[in-house]
């Protein structure tokens, strides 16, 4: 089994800063892709930030330039530095991966529980 387990999240006002932190464990193979969804209250869940395998990153457009995903492979850990926060940044924030798992080798997406973000004065 494969886990993701996601800290970092809290309470922020806007233009301010908070790191999230995803870690992957278990019978892991090779991790193809790392990153955040976030789910706003009343909406659907949408790509934040991932990361790939060969380092290539992919961000939501109205991220790009204030969030920042980074990886230390060696311990299947990603990050994702927010900055300059907003208002509608305020969601859940889900880590996923696309892992091929140990055993097996077998691939498919595992999902973090979810960690709360909220952007207020």
């Known amino acids: 089994q494969v886990q993701l387990v996601e800290s970092g999240g809290g309470l922020v006002q806007p233009g301010g800063s908070l790191k999230l932190t995803c870690a992957a464990s278990?019978?892991?193979?090779?991790?193809?892709?790392m990153g955040w969804y976030r789910q706003a209250p009343g909406k659907e869940r949408n790509l934040v930030a991932a990361?790939?395998?060969?380092?290539?990153?992919d961000y939501d457009g109205n991220v790009a330039g204030r969030f920042s995903i980074s990886e230390d492979s060696a311990k299947n850990t990603v990050y994702l530095q927010m900055n300059a926060l907003r208002p509608e940044d305020t969601g859940v924030y889900y880590c996923?991966?696309?892992?091929?798992?140990?055993?097996?080798?077998?691939?498919?997406?595992?999902w973090g529980q979810g960690t709360q973000v909220t952007v207020s004065s």
């Open positions: 996923f991966g696309d892992i091929h798992e140990g055993s097996t080798g077998s691939r498919r997406p595992y």
């Open positions: 278990g019978s892991i193979t090779r991790i193809e892709s």
């Open positions: 990361i790939h395998y060969d380092g290539l990153k």
